[in-house]
């Protein structure tokens, strides 16, 4: 795989000079015209063999560019904070903004390697991170990002003669490390380990390229020249795309506005008096997991008292013990306009330690939220170990709201499907305990509410044209939660659904299933991340 890349490729200083400024002047291009565009990041990976120029090249590259529009990271081993989060936790909150370009040194492919040969990891154990790594690249691919991968390469004989060159050198020998003898020992262990990795995570969507690393002059300009190619093809690929994504919205707009044409002649002959707005939407006639709930289920004011103190109470204890052994815990609420989830969330955080939990209410996305992948902005957000994070709406909007109301393809929200259900097995795989509520009330009882908004003036607030709207869908909606447990209620991240027509009877349920997840995680002995 590697014998391309040990040909002794070499640019003499003379042409390195007269190719340089050059290149210079098409990479700040290619920056410039990235940024104006703004529709997705690129990623520059810098992996290989210690004392190719990956972090040589990266200096130069930070001196090319416009550092303004660039983000740096090089990974060492990771922080307290690091470790108290999955392990990915790290490379999602560094990613750089649509328009902008990341160089990362040492990245995710570095701990696996390591793990491989360094610790003699399972080969099934380093196939299953490749293909975490791959499925993280996916994502990120899909949605828009430009992915370069460089494997800078030396053989054996020059790697040595290298670390000799620089130790021979007072000025430089203190860059050779007793760290870089013993990798060159295991030079084979890592060849091996490399040409596994390359195989596996070398995709359509984010390919490796293998460069020769003897000479600095020529790498760093091979790098370059490649940057500034691929960020161009990507662009005008990105153009294409939006021009056909446009032209099927402008058709779809178009039926649409004939069909509901269509409609409103049917409706003027019918000569309707009912006032749709109260109306309960109709029933497509098809069950869905919703309406196989019991929504009859109630408690009585006494009762109410009793299990809320009563759950309360083991609530505070089991929290209080989670803490200790730094067990973290994410819940996240979905659930109709009106369902009762602020209500359920504000019973919970009356049992906890206020300096020990966050709610984090998720409404349309910021600027700097639509910069990134969906996803970004519910990673940066997980809570150290022995923390409590809970979800005001969360990650599910994808294929909810974004669903229903166009604001996402169909490609991307069934997509988003598998790209959730890998974010929550991190999530429980690093430790955390994750509960997942659907708050369910029925059509009729959400006018009730509605309605009783809007007579209460501290209330009236909260009741906006956009729930009513929103309820003008809600066949659209059943759907969309129906497929949504379908495709994401798994084994290790269950969906919770809580009949709420009764506020009481939903709030101790909430309280209830908390109670219980604790429990049995605490049971199993966790200890809030994995080793």
């Known amino acids: ?57 990266v200096n130069l590259l930070s001196g090319w560019l416009d550092p303004r529009w660039l983000v740096t990271r090089a990974y060492d081993e990771p922080s307290e904070e690091e470790r108290e989060r999955p392990e990915f936790w790290r490379y999602w909150r560094d990613l750089p903004p649509k328009g902008q370009i990341g160089l990362f040194l040492s990245s995710w492919y ?3 390697v390591l793990r491989r040969v360094i610790d003699d ?66 030079y084979d262990r890592f060849i091996a380990a490399a040409e596994r990795t390359l195989r596996k995570t070398s995709t359509g969507h984010a390919p490796w390229k293998i460069v020769e690393g003897v000479d600095l002059g020529y790498s760093s300009t091979q790098v370059g020249t490649l940057i500034s190619a691929a960020i161009d093809k990507h662009l005008a690929r990105t153009r294409r795309r939006r021009a056909v994504v446009q032209a099927h919205r402008e058709a779809d707009a178009a039926d649409l506005a004939a069909a509901q044409a269509a409609e409103a002649a049917v409706m003027q002959t019918e000569d309707a008096e009912s006032d749709a707005a109260e109306a309960p939407p109709a029933s497509v006639g098809q069950p869905t997991v919703l309406s196989r709930l019991d929504m009859t289920r109630s408690l009585g004011k006494k ?6 103190n009563r759950y309360q109470g083991r609530l505070n204890q089991l929290h209080r013990e989670a803490r200790a052994r730094k067990l973290s815990t994410l819940l996240l609420f979905e659930g109709w306009d009106a369902a009762g989830k602020g209500g359920a969330i504000r019973r919970v955080t009356a049992a906890l330690d206020a300096r020990s939990y966050r709610v984090i209410p998720i409404a349309a996305p910021t600027d700097e939220e639509r910069a990134q992948h969906y996803l970004w902005r519910f990673w ?20 909810l709201v974004e669903r229903v109301e166009g604001f996402a ?86 969906w919770t659904l809580i009949a709420g027509n009764d506020k009481r009877h939903g709030r101790v349920a909430v309280l209830k299933a908390l109670c219980e997840r604790l429990e049995a995680a605490l049971d199993q002995g966790g200890k809030g991340r994995k080793k």
């Open 110 to 112: 570095s701990s696996p």
């Open 303 to 308: 009762a109410y008292t009793q299990q809320l």
């Open 1 to 57: 795989m590697f014998e391309t890349a040990e040909l002794g490729h070499k640019l003499s200083r003379r042409e390195y000079k007269q190719r340089v400024p050059a290149l210079r002047t098409e990479l700040l291009e290619a920056q410039r015209r990235l940024l104006t565009d703004a529709s997705f990041p690129t990623l520059v990976i810098f992996a290989g063999v210690d004392g190719a120029g990956k972090g040589e090249i």
């Open 121 to 186: 990891a399972p080969l099934a154990d380093f196939d299953e991170q490749l293909d975490r790594i791959v499925a993280f690249e996916q994502g990120l691919a899909d949605d828009g990002a430009l992915i370069l991968k460089f494997w800078l390469h030396l053989d054996k004989a020059s790697q040595k003669r290298h670390f000799n060159q620089l130790e021979n050198d007072p000025e430089l020998s203190w860059r050779v490390t007793e760290t870089d003898w013993k990798h060159w020992r295991l």
């Open 380 to 399: 940066r957000h997980l809570p150290r170990a022995g923390r409590t994070t809970i979800f005001d709406r969360s990650w599910y909007g994808r294929v």
């Open 409 to 494: 393809t169909e490609m991307e929200w069934m997509r988003a499907y598998a790209e959730i259900n890998d974010f929550e097995e991190q999530l429980v795989e690093h430790g955390c305990v994750l509960l997942k509520y659907w708050v369910h009330i029925t059509a009729h009882e959400q006018l009730e509410r509605f309605r009783l908004r809007e007579k209460t003036p501290h209330k009236s607030w909260k009741l906006t044209d956009e729930d009513w709207r929103n309820r003008e869908r809600w066949d659209a909606y059943e759907q969309a939660v129906n497929d949504m447990v379908e495709r994401t209620s798994t084994r290790v991240a269950p």
